[in-house]
């Protein structure tokens, strides 16, 4: 998930919406079943507790999101600022990397860059240099990248690594080698 337990804590602390609006809350996103007697702090950590052990990381976030969103609407800038409690709540959500302008919550931090130009002038170029080798060992961590396979990622940039370390050491020298030690110890040693 992609809020905080602190946030989603901070959240039921200032979740001042009313008995009824909270019951609405439980019906309107199926855990009418989770549904707790008690004050409203009781019930709105509830709500949020249930939301997270029930709903699917990414419905659940979209779930906080608009509820975070819609009690901070409520608020006026004035305590937005002022009201301890939801100053608490907007600095959990800033270390969550998100940030409460304009009405919505927006990631402190760009997007990623889109990749696909950049990594197909590489491979191409590597084609071209008939680094056909190291051109598959980059298109298939480029791929697991995307993908958010990291470990596999990181295993195919060495293999690239490697094979591009070999076969720059053997067109510099002319020479034979088996492995990158051996390729990068003659190039320190040249």
């Known amino acids: 998930m992609r809020f905080s337990r602190k946030t989603l804590a901070n959240l039921a602390r200032v979740m001042e919406i009313g008995h009824t609006e909270l019951n609405a809350l439980f019906f309107e996103h199926g855990i009418e079943d989770a549904h707790v007697t008690g004050n409203q702090r009781d019930k709105a950590l509830a709500f949020l507790s249930a939301v997270e052990a029930r709903k699917v990381p990414s419905e659940a976030d979209e779930i906080v999101l608009e509820v975070t969103e819609r009690l901070l609407s409520l608020r006026s800038e004035y305590v937005r600022q002022h009201d301890p409690g939801i100053r608490r709540l907007l600095a959990s959500l800033n270390l969550d990397g998100l940030d409460y302008r ?10 990623p860059a889109t990749l696909g130009p950049q ?8 084609a071209n240099a008939g680094l056909t080798t190291a051109g598959e060992h980059y298109r298939q961590a480029s791929d697991n990248f995307v993908d958010g396979n990291w470990e596999a990622c990181n295993g195919q940039l060495r293999s690239f690594l ?25 190039l320190r040693d040249r």
């Open 162 to 186: 490697e094979d591009l370390l070999i076969v720059a050491c053997e067109r510099l020298s002319g020479g034979v080698f088996k492995n990158t030690s051996s390729a990068l110890q003659h």
């Open 119 to 126: 990594i197909s002038a590489l491979e191409i170029d590597l």
């Open 102 to 111: 304009d009405g919505h919550l927006v990631p402190t931090t760009p997007e």
